[in-house]
């Protein structure tokens, strides 16, 4: 039975795919905060301002981690190159050894401070039993599944698509034709929601799933195109009415 405040909401979608960081984990903001405590030891990496190096690394880990995914480069020499070429863009190189231990305690403070996008956990609890829940993220299997688990979401997802277990991460169809199967809906019953536009939103309605664009820190759009845009999940039901825009929108209604 739905809840009290459910009664009466808009109607959505069958399935409901999110994307995992910056959508329900608040990724960049637990990220600036590990760099701004690793700063503080590794002061080769005080040499920009903060903004500018968290801005850098985030760069950084878009670029390197499709190597990742495909297998071509271990996480731990991915972990160590960024704080190479980090070290570089701050003016500096990292000395010998370094590079790991830096990346051993910028990762200690990262996983200790997580926690969801304000809002995220409640938009799940409307929707959890009235609409299946999908995550479709590019990353491991293990390190996904434990951090819903760390952020107390695990029981409010129905499904986890993982790029490293699919063989191909978003924007690629297949992923998205994947998470389809095993949720058992087909894309007209869908609506995705994510951060990324090129990924999540160009992504999902590359092959005919509706979709609400994540968009707190308030980005420009890439492209001109019609698509419900969020800026927070403060608000339950405006989520769950763009959730309905996005499925009549991809529907042609």
């Known amino acids: 039975m739905a809840s009290d405040d459910a009664r009466g909401a808009a109607p959505i979608p069958r399935a409901v795919f999110f994307d995992m960081d ?32 968290w801005g850098e690394y985030s760069r950084l880990l878009e670029a390197i981690h499709p190597d990742v995914v495909a ?23 990292v000395p010998p050894g370094e590079a790991e231990r830096w990346s051993t305690e910028y990762r200690a403070s990262y996983q200790k401070f997580r926690r969801p996008v304000p809002g995220a956990r409640r938009v799940l609890e409307r929707l959890h039993g009235r609409s299946r829940i999908v995550v479709v993220s590019n990353n491991q299997v293990e390190e996904q599944e434990e951090k819903l688990a760390f952020l107390g979401l695990r029981r409010l997802v129905d499904l986890l698509v993982v790029s490293e277990e699919v063989g191909v991460g978003k924007p690629d169809p297949r992923i998205f034709e994947v998470a389809l199967r095993r949720a058992e809906v087909s894309a007209a019953e869908t609506v995705m929601v994510g951060d990324s536009f090129p990924n999540d939103v160009l992504g999902a309605r590359g092959v005919g799933i509706g979709a609400v664009w994540f968009n707190r820190f308030r980005r420009p759009a890439p492209a001109d195109l019609s698509v419900p845009e969020l800026h927070s999940f403060r608000a339950p039901r405006r989520v769950e009415a763009l959730l309905a825009r996005a499925a009549s929108l991809s529907r042609g209604a």
């Open 22 to 53: 910056d959508t329900l984990f608040d990724h960049s903001l637990t990220c600036r905060d590990a760099l701004e405590r690793l700063r503080r030891t590794a002061t080769v990496l005080a040499g920009r301002p903060l903004d500018e190096v």
């Open 71 to 93: 297998g071509r480069m271990s996480v731990e020499t991915a972990r160590r190159r960024r704080f190479e070429e980090l070290a570089r863009f701050c003016g500096g190189e």
